[in-house]
């Protein structure tokens, strides 16, 4: 089987590997960078999920892959304030997708202003932290919690979640 993962990032490669691995599932992995189709910095739920989704669909047809697998990072807002969460697809070629999310962390005033501004999360932690490449490594989750919680596991769980659509067909099919 080859799963194709939307993504250069070393982190979300890594991710795609454990989880795959944790849930026994062999395959090659294919990374491809792919276009998400939505905004450098998904600002609601819903967007990143459709970048994803993008990500999955996109890498999997370019890789001429069993599978693909589409990571998003966004933000989305309510009254509590903006929380940071990473949203993943992962997509078969029968059409079938599944989809989960990390944890999600609320984003302290200073950065949620920036990003209504326009700015993208990479850029915003990686000037506060006097840092280059923070998404490509710990990720503003591992910054927000001194290390305590890792971009790469949030995503393995996440892309556990979203397997589940495939690990456990029974209950997600329509008795097909």
């Known amino acids: 089987m080859i799963i194709a993962v939307g993504t250069s990032n070393r982190?979300?490669?890594s991710?795609?590997?454990?989880?795959?691995?944790?849930s026994k599932i062999k395959a090659e992995i294919v990374p491809v960078s792919v276009d998400s189709g939505v905004?450098?910095?998904p600002m609601s739920n819903a967007e990143g999920i459709t970048g994803a989704i993008n990500r999955a669909k996109n890498s999997m047809s370019k890789a001429n892959a069993d599978m693909g697998i589409g990571m998003e990072g966004t933000v989305d807002e309510n009254p509590n304030g903006m929380f940071l969460t990473g949203w993943?697809?992962?997509v078969d070629n029968a059409g079938n997708i599944?989809?989960?999310s990390s944890g999600s962390i609320m984003l302290p005033e200073k950065i949620a202003s920036r990003l209504?501004?326009?700015?993208?999360l990479g850029n915003v932690i990686d000037e506060i932290e006097n840092?280059?490449?923070?998404?490509?490594?710990?990720?503003?989750?591992?910054v927000l919690t001194k290390g305590a919680v890792k971009r790469e596991d949030e995503f393995v769980t996440a892309i556990l979640l979203a397997l589940a659509r495939f690990?456990?067909?029974?209950?997600?099919?329509?008795?097909?």
């Open 167 to 176: 690990l456990s067909r029974e209950y997600y099919d329509n008795g097909d």
């Open 131 to 142: 840092g280059q490449g923070i998404k490509f490594n710990q990720g503003t989750i591992g």
């Open 39 to 41: 905004n450098p910095q």
């Open 15 to 22: 991710a795609a590997r454990k989880a795959l691995e944790i």
């Open 98 to 100: 599944g989809i989960g």
């Open 88 to 90: 993943v697809a992962v």
């Open 116 to 120: 209504r501004g326009g700015e993208e």
């Open 11 to 13: 982190v979300k490669i």
